[in-house]
Nanobody, 124 residues
Framework: QVQLVESGGGLVQAGASLRLSCAAS????????MGWFRRAPGKEREFVAG????????YYADSVKGRFTISRDNAKNTVYLEMNSLKPEDTAIYYC?????????????????WGQGTQVTVSS
């Protein structure tokens, strides 16, 4: 049974940093590209960042470019999202997802497995 479990969310003030983790089990982690998505209240789920299966290629939404960094440790079956200079508009539930492809995609429908999400709230 495939499981993706996110952690690291919380309530922070604007300008602060958080590091999200997503631990995967039940799959061969190194053959999956990984993505982070988020869903803000009243909005659709949106792509945040993606990383290729070996970690050599990363992608970011324009809204987080320069502030967020995605990385992975295939030995630990874990993908991370380092979030710096957080803004109130970053408030959302953050989800990690696994895509059985070499390179990460930006559309949710392309992903095979999803975590339950972790809440990130940024106060002004």
């Amino acid at each position: 049974q495939v499981q993706l479990v996110e952690s690291g969310g919380g309530l922070v003030q604007a300008g602060a940093s958080l590091r999200l983790s997503c631990a995967a089990s039940g799959l061969t982690f190194s053959v999956y590209a990984m993505g982070w998505f988020r869903r803000a209240p009243g909005k659709e789920r949106e792509f945040v960042a993606g990383i290729s299966r070996r970690g050599g290629t990363t992608y970011y939404a324009d809204s987080v470019k320069g502030r967020f960094t995605i990385s992975r440790d295939n030995a630990k079956n874990t993908v991370y999202l380092e979030m710096n200079s957080l803004k109130p508009e970053d408030t959302a539930i953050y989800y990690c997802a696994a895509d059985a492809s070499v390179y990460a995609k930006t559309t949710p429908i392309d992903y095979d497995y999803w975590g339950q999400g972790t809440q990130v709230t940024v106060s002004s």
